[in-house]
């Protein structure tokens, strides 16, 4: 497990470093500054993380515009964008998403005109380990003892384990985390911003295996990961709130599993990395069957001194 920073001061203001200043976003935050092994920082700017823009509003767009944004990719399923709407990005594009579910790419359309928007969907969902699906059963029946049985004594943090074994087990996730890198290692893309719904797991492990790619340590890694906890605090709290206020659940704490990062989550992924393969160079190449070309493209764009 990783420990928190000494001084909780210290990882709320380095949040705020990296924060992209979205009311509608508030666990968007870019990856640059991170320093690899060898101290190469990776590039403020370029590649930036999220959760879901569905939530954007007018505050939203000027800091947003500023960002320089050229790509967009949505990790979210079919069924999150139908239930919580698509990107409210001014000028992104609105694609029809139906027939990209469980295409091997990743559905890409351009707003016209030189400098517009792209859009790439490519939906990253496991039906066995749905969190969405276990929220939706946990509220649907407001029984607190139906609620236990499926969330509680560790059941809800299983759920999340199994979610980020799959994400190395699993052949299609592989292959779409890997879609992600490759798009990211194209050159003179641009600003890239990758989103879920929460920005905590897809997003997650898809910066991880980025951060890993470009030599980060892991301790580094973990903490990136961790960070979702402090950006989203206020929103998780509130959320949990709710559902105790408006009658849904009697335990809504039975939901933090769910709704937290834990190191336990990303290890478990990491986990299963190292039982499959014999290191990350190996799962690189025959796990997400990445090449040398994509590396090289990856640190070529995100890293000073590449």
């Known amino acids: 497990m990783i420990d928190q920073p000494a001084h909780p001061d210290q990882a709320v203001g380095e949040l705020a470093a990296r924060s992209l200043g ?39 767009h000027e800091p947003f515009a500023a960002l320089g944004v050229r790509h967009v990719i949505d990790l979210r399923s079919l069924a999150e964008v139908r239930q919580a709407g698509p990107d409210r990005v001014p000028g992104l594009p609105v694609a029809d998403i139906t ?16 400098d517009g928007l792209t859009l790439h969907h ?6 066995d380990f749905d969190i969405y699906v276990a929220l939706r059963r946990a509220l649907a029946d407001r029984d607190p003892v139906k ?33 992600v890198l490759r798009l990211l290692a194209e050159p003179g893309q641009g600003p890239v911003i990758f989103h879920c719904t929460a920005g905590k797991d897809r997003t997650g492990w898809t910066a991880a295996l980025l951060l890993t790619a470009l030599g980060v340590d892991r301790d580094t890694v973990f903490e990136d990961y961790l960070l979702t906890n402090v950006r ?17 659940m009697q335990e809504p704490t039975l939901l933090l599993p769910l709704f937290l990062a834990d ?11 190292a039982a499959g393969w014999s290191g990350f ?11 040398d070309q994509v590396l090289a493209g990856l640190r070529a764009n995100l890293l000073d001194g590449a």
Not at 32 to 49: I, K, N
Not at 99 to 114: C, D, I, K, T
Not at 264 to 272: C, D, N, S
């Open 99 to 114: 027939a990209v579910e469980y295409s091997a790419e990743p559905l890409s359309v351009r707003a016209p005109g030189p």
């Open 147 to 179: 609620q236990r049985e499926l969330l509680g004594d560790g059941r809800a943090a299983e759920i999340m384990v199994g979610l980020y074994r799959w994400f190395v087990t699993d052949p299609v996730a592989r292959q779409r985390f890997a879609t």
């Open 22 to 60: 979205l009311p509608g976003a508030v666990n968007a935050r870019d990856l640059g500054g991170y320093r690899t092994a060898d101290g190469r920082p990776v590039r403020s700017g370029l590649v930036l993380r999220s959760d879901g823009l569905n939530r954007l509003t007018e505050a939203d």
């Open 232 to 248: 989203s605090a206020e929103l998780i709290d509130t959320l949990v709130d709710s559902f105790h206020t408006r009658g849904l």
């Open 122 to 127: 490519l939906p990253i969902f496991a039906a």
């Open 281 to 291: 160079e190996e799962f690189w190449r025959a796990g997400l069957g990445l090449d």
């Open 263 to 273: 190191a336990a989550y990303l290890e478990a992924a990491f986990a299963e990395v």
